[in-house]
């Protein structure tokens, strides 16, 4: 496969050191690399894309090399960012190491001719003396050539925010990154996103000047979305890859709420889907938006992808429960997932024990504002009490709750509460 065509079709292939030489270059099994820092225990979908331009270049027949930055996380990449990170300890940054490979392992193949490997440049770069830093690698660089980079020029030209000397030095250390695995792994080509661009460069520079042989970089378009909002946020945060942070169901309604302006770009971006295959999709989708085909294709290729078969399942199962206001077949751990951010309330077991008019739950539960609009919801049959239509002589026991715990409510089509029991 040329993966670089491909690449370029699905608009993954934004910069790259010599364009020509680099298509040349991958006539033959090549290693690459992409870093990802560890300043959390997780990765967030921002992240997929340069780690599934990994996986393509690992389909195409070559060997990804995922570097986790333990070294580098301690001190802190200016590249995108207005001021200086807070340290991480070294004790968090090791914590979060090691709970960043079971990422990888989902997305890309650790067996075969073509295993994809994951290292810690904490394990070189932590070994190194200053002296040698300045003596080896810092001669190299110019300080006049430093202080053009992007990341670097910003920050001093912004007087309050400024640079120290120690994020400063980051692109130092991530050149020493690229020259190690070259040395050690063969690496010949670095992947990242166009944030990374100078930090790329001065790798491909350091190894040609001090081991006199061409390698490469290549970076991808950072992802935005068309109104102009940033991807990957929500209204309760960024989107994580784990589920401890961003459970199956949430990840895949993030997926499902894309903007027709966005599928399109993001089934090239996120699945392997031939191009093809996309392109007929959203022909389908631009016909008939309402059943939303692209985005449910989207949502469920991701979903398996990074939680796997059993995950996407569920959640595409909780989003059906929703939308048709049968919940009650979910388990609890789905209920817990697909309400967690709707407004609750709190039932006393007392009340509980002697039971509660509906009338009375759904005001303290602030569905409405009054017994009044109570009985107006429930004689026009606007209120579903766990799937089922609320009447006014609805009394309200612990043998209503689901699993023994939940009362879910929704007024018309898309208004959930949630009434919990009393423990």
């Avoid at 990449?77 to 070294?90: T, V, Y």
């Avoid at 602030?366 to 606007?382: D, F, Q, T, Y």
């Avoid at 609320?390 to 689901?402: I, P, Q």
């Amino acid at each position: 496969m040329d993966v670089l065509s491909e690449l370029e079709r699905r608009n993954l292939a934004y910069q790259q050191t010599n364009a020509a030489g680099l298509r040349e270059h991958l006539g033959a099994s090549r290693s690459l690399y992409c870093g990802f820092d560890p300043t959390a225990p997780s990765l967030t979908v921002g992240h997929l894309v340069p780690m599934l331009v990994l996986a393509r270049f690992q389909r195409a027949g070559h060997r990804p090399v995922a570097l986790v930055g333990g070294a580098t996380a301690l001190i802190g990449d200016p590249s995108g960012k207005s001021s200086e990170r807070p340290f991480l300890s070294r004790e968090e940054v090791g914590a979060n190491v090691e709970a960043l490979r079971p990422i990888f392992e989902r997305v890309l193949d650790f067996s075969g001719s073509y295993a994809a490997t994951v290292v810690n440049n904490a394990d070189w770069l932590g070994e190194l003396t200053f002296l040698e830093v300045l003596r080896d690698v810092g001669k190299h660089f110019s300080v006049n050539m430093m202080i053009q980079k992007e990341s670097v020029r910003e920050r001093l030209e912004n007087r309050e925010q400024g640079i120290s000397y120690t994020e400063f030095s980051y692109l130092l250390l991530q050149a020493m990154d690229f020259r190690h695995l070259f040395d050690t792994r063969g690496v010949t080509l670095q992947v990242a996103g166009s944030d990374q661009w100078g930090n790329i460069v001065a790798g491909v520079d350091l190894v040609r000047r001090t081991r006199r042989v061409e390698v490469f970089g290549l970076t991808s378009p950072l992802l935005t979305k068309a109104d102009g909002g940033k991807f990957g946020k929500t209204e309760s945060g960024a989107v994580w890859l784990t589920p401890e942070r961003t459970s199956p169901y949430a990840f895949y309604k993030f997926w499902l709420n894309t903007a027709d302006a966005d599928v399109e770009r993001y089934l090239l971006t996120f699945t392997f889907l031939e191009v093809e295959r996309i392109r007929a999709l959203c022909e389908e989708q631009a016909r008939d938006p309402g059943k939303r085909l692209a985005q449910r294709t989207l949502a469920a290729h991701v979903t398996e992808l990074v939680h796997g078969p059993t995950a996407r399942a569920q959640a595409e199962a909780t989003t059906e429960a929703l939308f048709s206001g049968d919940v009650r077949a979910l388990p609890l751990r789905a209920l817990e997932e697909a309400f967690q951010n709707v407004p609750s309330a709190v039932l006393s077991a007392a009340s509980l024990a002697t039971g509660v008019p509906l009338v009375d739950v759904l005001v303290s539960a602030e569905v409405v504002k009054s017994k009044r609009e109570a009985r107006e919801l429930l004689s026009s049959g606007a209120i579903l009490v766990n799937g089922e239509r609320g009447t006014l002589e609805t009394t309200v026991t612990r043998d209503s709750l689901l699993h023994g715990e939940l009362l879910l409510i929704r007024r018309g089509k898309k208004h959930w509460h949630v009434v919990r029991a009393e423990r």
